[in-house]
């Protein structure tokens, strides 16, 4: 029996995916071994590979003069690559800081020259994605990095910046989750166990003009240069991961694209936040109603007694990882593209159910 999967990362994963996977394990198509035996150099991963490239720009509609790499290190490596690469002397690098990884992504770029914060929302505990910013003040900085969905506290940008400087994403926890104009962005970025896969790769889509702009004297494996003149084979790849990713990337084909995929997920949040709106206060969303997101949905109980009794009486029922981040307390349903429909019903129905008998 298959757990109502709720973690935050690493998370569900499609079960045909993991179907699918299993089937081809010991022998991949024909080859006599499985996709982990192969040779990164032989023509057989090198499909595999392609097609992981090939499938992202498709669904995401990625232009041809973007760049798509996968990388290792997570998301928390291109904390680092990316000033390493982009924040040159005498330039700043700005900041929207809207939650936990936005801070540690300033932390890193500390280390490579000046940043400033052009907006945040900590002191309202991160409860929103902050709206008090003029876009005239990044004038001449190197870069705008945003964090796009706030894993932790749940909250999501609606409504990208028109960033006047090259403007960064980290979508580890929303890439897929609903369209996006790419252009927008001269850079996206995305550790892959949410929505993307298993841990292990990390995606990167750059624009071929932005990148050509990075720094030269950068180590050569923490160079973006290196990876894309190598289409990412400049080392070992994360064969194995890069798999996963473009079955996962299949799948989203086949549920109808990123635009099918976001109706679903629209639907899939709301059966959990009606549960919230209507539970009389008995449930508190953390998220402002302009913030709230589509894949971590983050709420309250009236006390820490009915929070673990909550937990208990969800873990008994097979709904796994709603315990809420240790720095926000409360609940969390993260809700990626990969967790099912049924699932977010049965939780929204359980929510009810046990709204009615503690209340
Ligand atoms: N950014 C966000 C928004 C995240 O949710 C996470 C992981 N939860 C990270 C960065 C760090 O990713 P990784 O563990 O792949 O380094």
């Excluded at 505990?125 to 003040?137: G, K």
């Excluded at 409504?159 to 962005?185: H, R």
């Excluded at 084979?233 to 990713?245: E, G, V």
């Excluded at 809700?335 to 503690?358: D, G, I, W």
Aim: hydrophobic share 35%; proline share 4%.
């Amino acid at each position: 029996m298959r757990a109502y999967n709720f973690n935050a990362g690493p998370a569900a994963i499609p079960l045909p995916v993991l179907e699918r996977a299993q089937k081809e394990l010991v022998n991949f198509q024909n080859t006599g071994m499985s996709v982990m035996e192969l040779s990164h150099r032989s023509k057989d991963y090198e499909e595999v590979h392609n097609r992981a490239n090939s499938l992202l720009r498709e669904l995401l509609g990625i232009p041809d003069n973007y760049e798509v790499l996968f990388l290792q290190g997570g998301a928390s490596l291109q904390f680092s690559m990316i000033p390493m690469n982009f924040l040159k002397e005498g330039q700043t690098a700005h900041f929207i800081m809207s939650g936990a990884w936005s801070d540690k992504a300033l932390k890193e770029a500390k280390f490579f020259g000046e940043t400033r914060i052009l907006a945040s929302s900590k002191e309202d505990n991160y409860t929103h994605i902050p709206t008090d910013y003029s876009l005239d003040e990044v004038k001449d900085g190197a870069y705008l990095h945003i964090t796009s969905n706030n894993t932790i506290f749940g909250t999501q940008w609606q409504n990208y910046p028109d960033s006047p400087i090259p403007l960064i994403a980290d979508m580890s926890s929303d890439i897929l989750c609903k369209e996006i104009d790419v252009e927008k962005f001269s850079m996206i970025y995305a550790g892959a166990q949410k929505n993307l896969g298993p841990s292990g790769v990390t995606v990167v889509i750059v624009k071929k003009e932005f990148l050509e702009s990075a720094k030269e004297d950068v180590p050569t494996i923490l160079n973006y240069r290196t990876h894309a003149k190598n289409n990412s084979l400049f080392n070992t790849p994360p064969t194995f991961a890069i798999y996963m990713l473009s079955l996962v990337l299949e799948w989203v084909k086949e549920q109808g694209g990123v635009k099918n995929i976001q109706k679903i997920n629209e639907e899939k949040a709301g059966y959990i936040y009606s549960a919230i709106d209507n539970s009389e206060g008995f449930y508190k969303a953390h998220a402002t109603d302009d913030s709230r997101s589509l894949m971590n949905i983050t709420f309250t109980l009236p006390s820490e007694e009915l929070t673990k009794k909550f937990l208990q009486e969800a873990k008994e029922r097979q709904f796994i990882g709603l315990a809420g981040h240790r720095s926000v307390g409360g609940c969390r349903a993260s809700t990626y593209n990969a967790v099912p429909k049924e699932a977010c019903a049965a939780l929204a129905e359980f929510m009810t159910e046990f709204k009615n008998q503690n209340s």
